[in-house]
Every structure is written in C-alpha cells, then in structure tokens.
C-alpha cells in the first residue's frame, strides 16, 4: 500500500425533506450566505426560494447568485467572487451538480484569498496558487455524480482559452452536505444516465492505476462498482425512486471521496483525456464520460492488464484466465453494459467532429505533464499524445 492521510470532514445530513433545515444549519456557520446555482428557469427555481425562506427564517441575509454554467467557466465565478465580496457575504450555500458545488469551492476560497479563480488551477509546469483559507461552504447536491458534495476537488473552464482545469484544497471541502433525495428525483433520464456513468468512472480512475496492492480499496470500489450497476438498472425504470436515489447519492459520495482509493493513490488520465470535450464543445462533463470510457479502457488495456481483468473477472463476468485476454475483454462488458442500459453514445452522437484530436491531445499533455508528451498513469506506462489521439479516434 502507499502511504496515505484520509479523513471525512464533511457532515452528511441525509433524507428526504432534510432541505428544509439549511438556515438551521447554515446560521452555525455564518450570518449572510451566498446561494449560488445554475440560471433560473430550471425545475430547482422553487428549491431556491425553499433556501432563502428556511434562511431568512433563522435570521440570516441572503444574496442569490444565479447561473453557473453545466461547465462553470473562471470568469462567471469571478463575478461571483466580486459580489460575494461587495456584500460581504461570509459563506456559500452550492446548489447543484458538481459544477455549481465545484464552482461554489472556487468562490468561498478565492474570495478569502484574492485574486481570481483561475489562477489556483493545475496549469503545466506553473507553480499554482495556493489559497490561504476559504469560507465554509454547504453543499446541496441536485444530481449524484462528482462527489463534489463532499471532497476538496473543483474543476473550472477558461472560456478564453478553451481550457478546463482542476485544483484541490482541503480548506474547500464542504462543512455539511444536505442529500435531498426529494430533489435528487427530478433529474432526468438521459442526466442520470450520464451521472451514474461518472460515478463509475470515479470507481475506475484509482482501481486502473497502480501496482499498488490494496485489497481494502479494491473491495469497497467493486462493491460501489456493483452497487451503481444494481441501482442503475433500477433508477433507469423507476426515476423517482427516493431509495435508488438515495443509494446512487452514497456511491457518488464514497465513490470520488478518497475512501475507495486507500493505499492505491494515483489516477489514469481518462478525465483529463475528456476535459477538451468540455473545453472546446461544452459537452456535459458526464456525457463526455461515457464517450471516453469504453475507448480509454480498450486501448489502454495493455498499460496494467492484470487490474484491467480484474475488473473485468470482479464485476464483469469474465472467467478468463489469461491476464491479457481478460484485460482486453474488459472495454466490450463495459460497453454491452451501456447499450443494455440505453447510454451508449458516440463522439458523432454528442455531434463532435474529428477534426481537433490532435490540438486536443496537446492541450491535455500540455497542461497536465509527466515529462515529454506524457501524461500521469502512476505505475503504469505513461499515456502519450499518440495514445490520446488513438483513444479520441475509437469515441468516433
Ligand atoms: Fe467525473
């Protein structure tokens, strides 16, 4: 095992109707809050005015900041961040998917630090930087997917320049998450599809990633791994499902939390492989997941076969012996698996042509670098731009 810290600062108060007791719980933590969110005119506008009551009820102000984009772009959290701070606003309330809660993280701990959002993202070889503190933040998830409800990762976009970045800090993670299942059931069919696909990526970005061996961390993955397949095939027939709901918000919790990875850190490069989807087609970054997937997994799956079979014989039904054979049965079980649950999809279905693989595949060596034009796949051999474009041209 690799040596690792891991703690779960985050309280979770769970159930449905539990969305009713943000001011009680914001008002622990500070007296004017800043409720950031997608744009209205989408079916969460009556959960908005359900937060502004319950926290005006406990005496608290309160500033709504609407309009965080699917892929929250630096410069609408900027905004966010001057008016957070003319306000003097002194804590977030994030309602919504991982990209308003990850949006969320970079307005409470750049308004504490200064300067702008941008400038704490993973870019190259420069030195990013480093926040000082940040207000504390509630987390309202309106779709389980990124785990962002609970963990210490943001992912932003540079609409300038068409790049999309991440950065971690632990003074961003959540003090309470509130999982609603009573909001998390209006998420449509296609979004919940795509979510629970990202939730699987999660699973797979650690138990892919190293000669590690960690048994505790690959049995709690499979077993989330089994538990997302289960409640999948569930959630699909019956959306509003509170119980299915409910189980799908713990895998995306547990499943992007660090607890699956213990003793195994590191992560394949599958999601910096999507982030140009996002970056330069404004692809949902779910979405995006499920074209990546079964491509990653079948041409990389010679990078560390005997994770990939074991994969492929613990949650897949393989009974393949051979390491390598097995390995390379793993991308078409996953796929079988997304045509059986109707959420295949294709770069040409998501309507992304071919012609920018190339400058893509610089773009995520460029900004997320190893040495030379490789990216990071710890204890496995590296992933090059040839690979990159190879894995962008099997998503066609
Ligand atoms: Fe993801």
Redesign the pocket.
């Known amino acids: 095992m690799t040596p690792f810290d891991w703690n779960f600062p985050t309280r979770l108060s769970y159930g449905p109707g539990r969305i009713k007791e943000v001011g009680k719980i914001a008002s622990e933590f500070g007296k004017k809050a800043m409720i950031a969110t997608y744009a209205k005119g989408s079916p969460l506008d009556p959960v908005i005015d359900t937060i502004e009551a319950s926290l005006k009820e406990a005496g608290m102000d309160v500033v709504i900041f609407t309009g965080i984009e699917p892929n929250p772009r630096a410069q609408t959290i900027d905004k966010a961040i001057e008016i957070f701070n003319a306000e003097g606003c002194d804590m977030v309330i994030a309602l919504g998917g991982?990209s308003v809660i990850d949006g969320s993280k970079y307005i409470s701990a750049t308004a504490f630090s200064g300067g702008k959002s941008w400038d704490y993202v993973v870019l190259g070889d420069r030195t990013p930087r480093e926040y000082t503190g940040a207000f504390p933040i509630i987390s309202i998830p309106t779709i389980s997917?990124?785990?962002s409800e609970t963990n210490a990762g943001g992912?932003i976009t540079n609409a300038e320049t068409n790049e999309k970045s991440f950065s971690r800090s632990p003074y961003r993670l959540p003090k309470v998450a509130i999982v609603d299942p009573e909001i998390l059931k209006s998420v449509p069919l296609r979004l919940t599809q795509d979510s629970c696909i990202?939730?699987f990526?999660?699973l797979i970005?650690h138990y892919l990633s190293s000669h590690d061996e960690s048994e505790f961390a690959d049995r709690m993955t499979e077993g989330m791994i089994l538990c997302v397949m289960d409640n999948f095939d569930k959630i699909i027939n019956d959306l509003e499902n509170l119980e299915v709901r409910g189980q799908l918000a713990l895998c995306s919790i547990f499943g992007?939390s660090g607890f699956q990875a213990l003793g195994r850190l590191g992560s394949i490069p599958m999601?910096s492989i999507?982030m140009p989807l996002s970056a330069y087609y404004d692809l949902p970054?779910?979405r995006g997941?499920v074209v990546v997937i079964p491509a990653y997994l079948e041409h990389l799956s010679d990078a560390l076969p005997h994770r990939w079979a074991k994969l492929a014989r613990r949650c897949f039904g393989v009974t393949e012996q051979d390491d390598a054979v097995a390995a390379k049965m793993l991308a078409g079980k996953v796929t079988e698996w997304f045509k059986r649950t109707d959420s295949y999809l294709t770069l040409s279905d998501v309507g992304i042509p071919d012609d920018k693989f190339e400058q893509m595949a610089d773009d995520v060596v460029r900004m997320f670098p190893v040495g030379g034009d490789q990216v990071a796949t710890p204890g496995a051999r590296p992933v090059t731009k040839e690979d990159i474009i190879k894995v962008y041209e099997l998503c066609k």
Request: charged residues 20%; hydrophobic residues 40%.
């Open positions: 991982g997917a990124a785990g992912v990202d939730i990526s999660h970005e992007w999601h999507e970054h779910g997941m």
